[in-house]
């Protein structure tokens, strides 16, 4: 069974910046796109960016301009850099494939507040 493993989560105040990591437990990883998810309180999972094993990237319009998704093969890691953060983007935060997904990790808390 694979297993997730987010981390580097935190409060930060708005303005701010984070970087999240997730490491999978398998050398499939490198062959799928890996996305980020997040879930705020109320909220359904949304997809806010994913990345193709080649490195080809998309997000979602809110977050334009402000993340970076980028991963690391070798390590079987996705990352996930986030500036300019807002009380919006407070939420729970997940890595996963896009297409068959595996079985959701932990995630990482994100608080974005004064």
């Known amino acids: 069974q694979v297993q997730l493993v987010e981390s580097g989560g935190g409060l930060v105040q708005p303005g701010g910046s984070l970087r999240l990591s997730c490491v999978a437990s398998?050398?499939?990883?490198?062959?799928?796109?890996m996305g980020w998810y997040r879930q705020a309180p109320g909220k359904e999972r949304e997809l806010v960016a994913d990345?193709?094993?080649?490195?080809?990237?998309r997000y979602m319009d809110s977050v334009k301009g402000r993340f970076t998704i980028s991963r690391d093969n070798a390590k079987n890691m996705v990352y996930l850099q986030m500036n300019s953060l807002k009380p919006e983007d407070t939420a729970v935060y997940y890595c996963?494939?896009?297409?068959?997904?595996?079985?959701w990790g932990q995630g990482t808390q994100v608080t974005v507040s004064s």
């Open positions: 398998t050398s499939i990883f490198r062959f799928s796109t």
């Open positions: 996963n494939r896009l297409d068959d997904r595996w079985s």
């Open positions: 990345v193709t094993t080649g490195g080809s990237t």
